[in-house]
Structure formats: C-alpha cells, structure tokens
C-alpha cells in the first residue's frame, strides 16, 4: 500500500499508449527536477537546457563530438547487454574497456613503426582478447561456485584502471611528454581512419556492426536461444539440458571483449595514445543504456546517442559555471525517472473503498 | 424473521484481468456447520474465501458478520472479526516452536511473554478437540498432518468462530484425512463454522451439512444434506456430463525400459532423501508412484533425469547406466520430464509459444540452419502441434505465462510427446486443471502407452493412480514401502504403505 487506502494492481497488458507517453513524461518530469536543482543555484534552467540541446544537437561541431561519446557509450552497452541478457551482472565494462585500451596500446608500442595493414586488426584482436579474459576472471568462480559476479566485476575495474595509471605514470610514459601521464603518440598505421575532418572514427562501422550481430545472435542464432531462455529462467535451461556453465564464461568472455574493442577504439580513434582518464565512465553509464533500452540493441544505439548528447551538452555549459557533477546528476534523475514510470506501464494505482465500520476495528 | 448467520457474502464480485473470478455469489456459515465449498480449480473457491479472510478485498458486495456488515483492510481485520483461514500451504516459521508460531502476529500477546501460559492454554485447546500436538515441539520436526493441526489450533487460539481450510486434504494420507474429519466435525459441534474447501466428492459425501457448488465463478447451487448424491454434484460442478473410465486395451510389454538398482540422493539442504530405491518399468506399462507430497517424489523424478545427482545405485534405460550422465546426455537417451512446477522449470513464462515449443529440440539439425535456428521450421511444428493438441492460444509469440493452467500442461506434452521418448516422467500431471483439462491429460498419456512409451507417473491423487496405472510404487520417506499390481490393491492398502506400513502388515 502506497497511501491508505490506495493499492498498486497489476496491469496484465500493458496499454501501448502507455509504453510511448511514459517514457517521454518521465524525461520531462526528470528535466523539470533537474531544473529545480538549477533554478536554486541561482540560473535559469531554460536558458541552460537550451544552450545544453544546441550545443549537443545544434552544430556540425557539436553533433560529431556526440557521435565521437555515442561509439563508446554504443559498445559497452552492446557489450554488458549480452551478459544481462543472461542475466549476468557485469558491472565491469569500465575495467574491460580499460584492459582492451591497454592490450590494444601494447601492440601499436611494440611495433613503433608498424604501418603494414596487420596492425590495426592485431590492435582489435588483442583488445578484444584482452577485455574479454578480463571478464573472464570473474565469470570462472561465477560459473563453478556460484561467486557473486556483481562484486568481483566492480572491483576489477579499478583493478584495471589503477593498471593502466600505473603504465602511464611509469614504464609507458612518453619520454617526451612534459611528464604528462601518457604515452607516446601512435604511428599513423595504429589509428583508426576518421570521417572527414571530423574526430569520427572507424569505432561508429563497429558500434552499428556489433548492434546488428547482437541482433542476429540474440534472436536467431541457437545459442541465442540459449543464452535468452538461461536469462529468463535458468531452470528451464538445465531442465533443457543447457550447458549453463560454459554459456556463463563464453557471455561474459564476448561482453568483456566488446567493451575492450570499445577501449581499443578510443586509444586508436580519438587519443592516439592511452592515457590517464581515458573514460569518462563509459562502462558504468553503459549499465544505465543497457536497461533504459530494456537490452533492445537497436533501443542502445538510440539512448546511447542521447546520452551522448547529454555529456556533450553538459560540457557546453561548463563553460558557463555549471559544475559537471549537474550533468551527472540529471543522469541520474533520468534513470530513475524513467524506471520509476515504468511502475506506471505495468501497473496502475486503483482508490480503495472507504471502511463504514473499519475505525472500531482492531 | 431472517436467520443471523455467523457469517454471510452478499453479491460477491471480484474481477481479476482478464477474468471474472467471482460473479455476484452468494454464501453463508451457520453455527455449528460444516459447509463445504465445491467446485473445480479455477472455479473461484479460493478467491471467495480469500475475500472472506481479508485477503482480497471484492469489486462489489458486502461481508456481514453477525448481522454486521464489514469491510476487512487485511487478515487481522477477519481474524479479529472471528474468520480464520487455514492456507493450502502452511504459513509456519521451521526454527520456532509451536507456542511461538501461534502467538506470531498476535497482538493481544502481552509485551512480557510468559511462553509456558500460552503452552498450557494451547494444550488444554488442542486436547479438547482431540488435536494432538505438543506446544513446545519444534515446528520443523512435525509431519505435514501435525503443522496443519497447529494452523488450526493457531485459529482457535485466535478465537476464530469460523475456520476455512482450503484444501486441506492435499497433503494428508486417507488415514490422516479421516482423523482430521473428525477433529472438524468436533469443533463444529461447540457451535462453530467450519468450511471446507474441496474438489474432491468423496469428501462432500462424507462430511458436509451443507454444500455450494462454484462453476466459473458462480454459484449454482446451495444444497442441504439428503437434498444431493455424487453424480448430481459432479454434473453441478462441470456442467455437463462426465466420462469417468477410460480402459487399458493391451496389455504392457516386456522389455525393460527404465531400471533403477538401489538409487539414492541428497535433497536441496543436502540430507538423504532416496535411498534404496529399485524397480523397472516396462515398454507399453504406466508405472505409477503413489505417496505423500514431500516423501522424495520430485527429487526421484529429477534424479532420473540427471537434474539430481545419484549418491549410490544405478539408472539403467534401455539397457544403457545413465547414471551420472549430464541432462542433456539424458534426453538424447530418450527421456522426456514434465516437471511438476510447469512455468517454474518446464516453460519459460515470458517466451511465447513458439520458443518454448523447441526447448528440447532447437538444436536438432532439422530445426537449424549453421549456427541458426531455422524459426520458418519451428513455426510450422508449433501449428502442428497446436492443432493436433488443441492448445488454445491468442497468438504464437504471447508469453506463455498467460495460458490457462490446462493449455499449458498440453503445450508440455505436447512438446515432451513429440520429443519421441522412450520413457516419459510425468510428475503431478494434472494438478491444477479442471474436469476437462485432466481427461485430455490423462487420454494423452494412455494414448502414449498404447503405442508403447513407458511412463513414470507421479501423483498425489490415488484415484489418478489407480485409474492409469499397471503397477503402483509407493514411497515414503524415500523408499519404496512397497510394489503392487494396480488390480491386486486398493485405496486402504496403499494408503498404509504411504504411512510406511508394508505390504505383509496390511495382513
């Protein structure tokens, strides 16, 4: 009971006007939270909601840097889609993007003056390779004793990011670099081909790519069907005879290698080298895509370009004084506008009758 | 002048999605009456009582109460007014003792607890209605029959005038049942309300004063003892008649099909719970396995088909010792399950038609394409199957979840039939479905021993044991008490091997 004398009841169908009008209340019902956060800081929430939408959305400029955060954003949320699929917690895509940024690095350091056309797919290969044994770690006493996943894949992340600190504060920093931790630039052969003049890179071609072989997979391959049943009902799966162990390593092993492309795509695309802060939490506001699109690959692409929009826009008017932690707060409000209104889609509140002789009750 | 009933529904409705589970129904308790609610699963019995009890609250219609009308907010609400209910499933705590788990939830229980006051009340209640317990055993050490007497001294305890029990025979032996009859019809003899919820007509015949019967949410009759028989009940409850037999033809093979030699296993908190376990079904023979809900039966199905692990013995079938063999190992030997808990293990709820049809044989190389599922092919089984079954669905790809209790059991048949096994487990087939569904089930299932499947059947209801069974197997505490051709037996005797009697003492 929610207030006396109300009930939430099920909805067994869910109405279809419901499934487009909630979602779209929800973000304005999120944006006007937010803009009470904005109005008591003293600045107009119009004005900043405006220059956030053009700044984003409104300029060829602004419109490319979105797409440039919409390919990390679209990876790992491909990338830990598919383990929730399975229902498989990974709450690891930062660190396995940083361990594919780094396997990926490795290779355009060791081979300086690589320009044949091996290096980039070996750059691709190991990157993966490198997410996704890092995924692995967690996902072997996941699937022999049952270890909480949720756990060990957080706290690999930092695992992970404290490595690839380490390397550019340490062995790998550029010589050169005015003691910046970085490393050195990458030969033009170990970057990814732009759009252009724009800063798109060649990481959009595997964004749209793993979105429709996630769709395939998912939907039309057997092991698919596997991985879809063992997610909405792992009894069935053993009953079925599924191998749920080996499904458990072979999900977590492609999530993690998915958002290590991710990690080797922003090395090679748009730095040019792997440095400290390579992700501004791509792997965590994946977690948050993945269920806003209610792990639809095609919805991914879409919130992920939203989402986007809306680091891009934050970034607009931090010039302005807005601090950046308001932009991650209307993140915030909108995951938990939009889950909250999702109540709304499936169930509905309904007036109880009022009690005649309910007061001399005990 | 009208009579004052110790409790009276008035036009009671009650509209879940999709369905009218009560429609404007009508019911009264008099004092010192056993009023047995009838109907088939499905029919509203429990929603009514969970109206009377607190638990839902009706659409329409008025609740009275010696004369008093009401509105119950929650079960407290009911059970301060005097209304119990005793649930199908206990709602008992294992760790506490039986004093404790009456005065749970109790609010006159005083902010210093003196347990021995509650004990001495408790037994000076239980022995004035011949309900034997000891108040300060341990709940988890009871028997089934034992926690369900201490639900009802629960109530008393609570001053309940009217005490509802919703199935309450489910779990008990014939033995236990009759003890319990006789305990209700003591507590109605101190003027109070029993109803007894029930789909079974022997029980009806038995103990009722009065009796309604439900159909699809109605009542259709309210009748007073003299005033009704077996077959005017049952023609009430279905509305329309009802073939009861349906007869073996041929006799079964004699090839060995299944084999199990001295099998045990462990149950979920790792305790043994199948030990020495032996017997063979043949080709073309319905072995049933009759006992107590709880006494191994799920664990024996599971570990059959390799979902358990056996800790010793061995599972022979057709010839081959699956013992050990992986689940999927097991299929491929050709043995199909239909588990007892239909959406918890053997569908998957919220997948549709179509990918829960091919559970067992998506990856059978006519259902692929490389690594692909071949769906143009999986679409064109499931309208097989869905016509050559009778399954009634609104769509091939709506979650199955919205099924009706009898068309899911068929879509799982039908997929475990046409999976082609030698041997078919059955476990609690037709729990839950009403006169209709259960007579498709069980042609179904004697259809396949025609064409000489071996079946294991499972079941909680003697009747459906001796009705398709050649030989029944009982089990109680994880043994078998013992083997008996169905013809050389009856109700009685199998009844004793449940309790773990065997065959020689029924002598």
Known sequence: MILPGYVIEKRLTPSSTAYVIIPILSIILALAAGAIFLELSGRNCFEIYSRMFSGAFGSRYGLSETVVKAIPLTLTGIGVALAFRMQLWNIGGEGQLYMGAFAATWVALTFPGGSGWWVLPTMVLLGMLAGGLWALIPAIPRAIW???????????????????DYLVFGPWKDPNGFNFPMTAQFSPGAILPALGNSRIHAGLFFGLALTVIFYLIIYH????????????????????????????????????????????????????????????????????????????????????????????????????GIPSSMVTMLQGLLLFFVLGGELLTNYTIKRMPANPSGDDMR | MQETYLVELKNITKRFPGVTANDKVN????????????????????????????????????????????????????????????????????????????????????????????????????????????????????????????????????????????????VLTPQEADKLFRNL???????????????????????????????????????????????????????????????????????????????????????????????????????????????????????????????????????TDITGFSPRRVIDHGVALVPEDRLGTGLIPNMGAVDNLVLKDYRRREMSRGPFLNRRKAYEKVKQLVNRFEIKLSSLDAPVKLMSGGNLQRLLLAREITSN???????????????????????????????????????????????????????????????????????????????????????
């Not at chain 1, 063992?230 to 092993?253: C, D, Q, W």
């Not at chain 2, 003027?191 to 015949?205: D, F, P, Q, S």
């Not at chain 2, 949410?217 to 279905?238: C, I």
């Open chain 1, 221 to 320: 391959t057997r092991w698919g069907y596997e991985i879809r049943v063992t997610g909405e009902n792992p009894n069935s799966a053993h009953y079925a005879g599924m191998n749920s162990k080996r499904n458990i390593m072979l999900v977590m092993f492609f999530s993690g290698a998915i958002c290590g492309l991710a990690g080797m795509s922003e090395v090679a695309g748009i730095a040019g080298r792997l440095q400290q802060g390579l992700s501004p939490g791509y792997g965590f506001t994946a977690i948050i895509i993945a269920w806003l699109s209610r792990l639809n690959p095609f919805a991914i692409v879409i919130v992920a370009f939203l989402f986007a929009g809306l680091q891009v826009g934050g970034y607009i008017v931090q010039t302005s």
């Open chain 1, 146 to 164: 049952g270890v909480n996943e949720i756990i060990t894949t957080l706290m690999l992340n930092y695992v992970a990011i404290f490595w690839v």
């Open chain 2, 421 to 507: 096994p030698k041997l078919l487990i059955a476990v609690y087939p037709v729990r839950g479905l009403d006169i209709k569904a259960t007579e498709a089930v069980h042609n179904l299932l004697l259809e396949q021993r025609e064409r000489g499947m071996a079946i294991l059947l499972i079941s909680e209801d003697l009747e459906e044991i001796f009705k398709l069974s050649d030989r029944i197997g009982v089990l109680c505490g994880g043994r078998i008490t013992g083997i008996i051709p169905s013809e050389m037996t009856d109700i009685e005797e199998i009844g004793l091997l449940m309790m773990g009697g065997t065959g020689e003492m029924v002598l």
């Open chain 2, 27 to 170: 019911f009264n308790v008099r004092k010192g009456e056993i009023h047995v609610l009838l109907g088939e699963n499905g029919s509203g019995k429990s929603t009514l009582m969970s109206i009377l009890s607190g638990l839902y609250r009706p659409d329409e219609g008025e609740i009275i109460v010696r004369g008093i009308k009401m509105v119950f907010r929650s079960p407290r609400n009911a059970i301060s007014a005097g209304i119990g209910m005793v649930h199908q499933h206990f709602k008992l705590i294992d760790s506490f003792s039986v004093a404790e788990n009456v005065i749970l939830g109790d609010d006159r229980t005083a902010p210093v607890l003196n347990i021995k006051d509650v004990e001495n009340n408790l037994a000076q209640l239980s022995a004035r209605y011949g309900l034997d317990i000891n108040p300060s055993s341990m709940v988890w050490q009871l028997s089934v029959g034992e926690k369900q007497r201490v639900e009802i001294v629960k109530m008393l305890y609570r001053g309940s005038q009217v005490l509802i029990l919703d199935e309450p025979t489910a």
């Open chain 2, 185 to 319: 019809r003591e507590m109605a003899g101190t003027g109070r309300g029993i109803v007894v919820i029930t789909h079974k007509l022997n029980e009806v015949m038995e103990i009722a004063d009065r009796v309604t019967v439900l159909r699809r949410g109605k009542a259709v009759a309210t009748l007073e003892r003299g005033q009704f028989n077996r077959t005017d009940l049952a023609w009430l409850m279905v509305g329309q008649d009802v073939v009861l037999q349906n007869k073996k033809k041929s006799p079964p093979g004699q090839r060995k099909v299944l084999e199990l030699k001295g099998v045990g296993c462990l149950n979920d908190l790792g305790r043994n719970c199948l030990q020495d376990v032996s017997f063979t079904v043949h080709q073309g023979e319905i072995f049933g396995i009759a006992g107590v809900a709880g006494n191994g039966q799920r664990e024996l199905a599971e570990v059959i088909a390799g979902l358990r692990r056996a800790t010793e013995g061995s599972i022979i079938v057709n010839g």
